[in-house]
């Protein structure tokens, strides 16, 4: 049995995947904020499904973006913190899956143009929200295992 407070080695590998993972959504939210065109063609957009993407993105609610922005930055603003073997960890992905999952009731109740049905159906923010999840249990059970202070 491991001794109480000890640190696992893939505490390190979640850790940093977390990192990763969270900065690309990070860039991601600081680029589509900016309106950056090079990063939607970068991301596969054309110039058309650019124009409607920040249209669409430019029309959204405060709220919606607020949670899109709770949900980035608390997920990897957790991710340094399980890397610092920080408790807070857990509260900082918390409030990371409350912004993912406000970000999914958004856009399943938002009307998406025609010209988006692509963006519209994909399975992106399953993804994104399993992997919120998955780091927000794993930081409670590292937390559990007395692992993070």
Not at 47 to 67: N, Q, S, Y
Not at 106 to 119: E, I, K, M, T
Not at 121 to 147: E, F
Request: hydrophobic share 60%.
């Amino acid at each position: 049995m491991k001794h109480a407070g000890k640190m696992p080695w893939h505490l390190w590998l979640v850790g940093v995947l977390a990192v990763f993972w969270n900065a690309f959504g990070a860039v991601d939210y600081t680029m589509t904020q900016l309106g950056n065109r090079a990063w939607f063609a970068f991301m596969g957009f054309d110039d058309a499904t650019t124009d409607a993407m920040l249209e669409f993105l430019g029309a959204a609610p405060a709220w919606a973006d607020a949670v899109w922005a709770l949900g980035v930055w608390c997920g990897l603003l957790g991710s340094f913190l399980l890397l610092a073997r920080s408790k807070w960890s857990v509260w900082a992905f918390l409030a990371s899956v409350t912004g993912v999952i406000g970000s999914m009731i958004y856009q399943a109740d938002v009307d998406y143009p025609s010209s988006l049905a692509d963006v519209a159906s994909s399975p992106i923010m399953y993804i994104v929200l399993a992997v919120a999840l998955g780091l927000l249990g794993y930081a409670w059970a590292m937390s559990k295992r007395r692992a993070l202070r």
